[in-house]
């Protein structure tokens, strides 16, 4: 019963987003996955919708922590025909080797930029949901946002701040750790 919920929650939010953005946006459907193993986080995925003018997302998951606090990232590859670290076996063509900070030369334009937060109920099951115009570079870690939007790969990653102690620091933040720890990933290539 639980997937079932999951599942009509997210076409839900599949359909509020489709309607939510331009007739020329691209929309992308993906699965959520551990960074510790790469398996496949059950019952989790996540919908990104592009256009010209931006893109926005919503990624429902589980197996989280409750009482811990999360973020979401956006991870952008703004020219993914440059990307040279794609995941094996995966669609995506991009991987955290193409980003700065992990030895990418950023030929692939980078950037990483927060979309969302919150505290993780008991249920350990939580929906993030974020919106990213072109060229926004507010909340960036590095890097000039999403520049273009309807080619870019983007990953989502989920980041698990640890218990909450300062929620509203850990929840807006990428280093408010107590500790921190990159848990999830939900690429989207286009």
Known sequence: MKGKTIGT??????????????????????????????????????????????????????????????TVWWIIFNEPENCSHGEPGSEARCG????????????????????????????GVATFSGHLSAGDTDGALFGPGLINPTTAEIHLVVRDHGPAQDPNQQIHTFGACNPCTNLQVSPHPQ
Do not use: C
């Not at 950023?106 to 008991?122: E, N, Q």
């Open 9 to 70: 929650s997210l076409f839900t939010v599949f359909v509020a987003l489709a309607l939510a953005m331009p007739a020329s946006a691209a929309t992308t459907r993906a699965n959520v996955y551990r960074f510790a193993d790469g398996s496949q986080v059950a019952g989790a995925s996540s919908i990104v919708a592009t256009s010209e003018t931006g893109a926005r997302m919503t990624l429902q998951t589980s197996d989280l922590t409750a009482g811990d606090a999360y």
């Open 96 to 123: 955290p080797g193409d980003l700065p900070p992990y030895g990418g030369d950023d030929s692939a334009v980078t950037s990483i930029v927060y979309a969302a937060g919150h505290i993780v109920g008991g249920s």
